[in-house]
T-cell receptor
Framework: GNSVTQMQGQVTLSEEEFLFINCTYS??????LFWYVQYPGEGPQLLLK?????NKGSSRGFEATYDKGTTSFHLQKASVQESDSAVYYC?????????????FGDGTVLTVKP | NSKVIQTPRYLVKGQGQKAKMRCIPE?????VFWYQQNKNNEFKFLIN????????QIDMTEKRFSAECPSNSPCSLEIQSSEAGDSALYLC?????????????FGPGTRLLVL
């Protein structure tokens, strides 16, 4: 089956520091990779999406690159702000299943201190 | 921003009671998903629909869980006999298609507490 691994459960940074969140995935299908962000009291919302066709996605200063060789999809941001504090999920979609079911990583809680 | 509406936002039930929650997907989205998010932030896919038909569901939902998406009415997820382990955030999402590459838009969730 499909799986997603986020090794970092928690990341704490100060404002303007560099963010890197590790994500690796496993699938025998045709992946589309997402990063979703969830703020307290809200549902997850799309941060960025990458398919095998475009390899790299970016949004609001965040970037992620899909690497088929290492099956990785790490998230990074050059300079974080306090408002970036949230839970970040690496998510795998699989076109092979034809049902749209997503596989979520366990999430990384990002805390940015002012 | 997502326009998926979920009601109620909070639900408190005793063990053995029915718990029902509703979802209105984004306009024009024929595919609806239900996920359960536990207190450890782990997501579990429950069931999904395209229009009124079930696409896929896990074994758990075949027993105490039931769901439907009737035409011209909100989708619903119902737990027939709630258990303490059902306490979680229930998230509804909708999408333009059932292709794994299409974005799913999530509602704010219904937080169920089973006492």
């Amino acid at each position: 089956g499909n799986s997603v691994t986020q090794m970092q459960g928690q990341v704490t940074l100060s404002e303007e520091e560099f963010l890197f969140i590790n994500c690796t995935y496993s699938t025998t299908g045709y992946p589309t990779l997402f990063w979703y962000v969830q703020y307290p009291g809200e549902g997850p919302q799309l941060l960025l999406k990458v398919t095998t066709a475009n390899n790299k996605g970016s949004s609001r200063g965040f970037e992620a690159t899909y690497d088929k060789g290492t099956t990785s999809f790490h998230l990074q941001k050059a300079s974080v702000q306090e408002s970036d504090s949230a839970v970040y999920y690496c998510v795998l979609g699989d076109r092979r299943t034809n049902t749209g079911k997503l596989t979520f990583g366990d999430g990384t809680v990002l805390t940015v201190k002012p | 921003n997502s326009k998926v509406i979920q009601t109620p936002r909070y639900l408190v039930k005793g063990q053995g009671q029915k718990a029902k929650m509703r979802c209105i997907p984004e306009k024009g989205h024929p595919v609806v998903f239900w996920y359960q998010q536990n207190k450890n932030n782990e997501f579990k896919f429950l069931i999904n629909f395209q229009n009124q038909e079930v696409l896929q569901q896990i074994d758990m939902t075949e027993k105490r869980f039931s769901a439907e998406c009737p035409s011209n009415s909100p989708c619903s997820l119902e737990i027939q006999s709630s258990e303490a382990g059902d306490s979680a955030l229930y998230l509804c999402a909708s999408s333009l298609s059932r292709q794994g590459e299409d974005t799913q838009y999530f509602g704010p969730g219904t937080r169920l507490l089973v006492l």
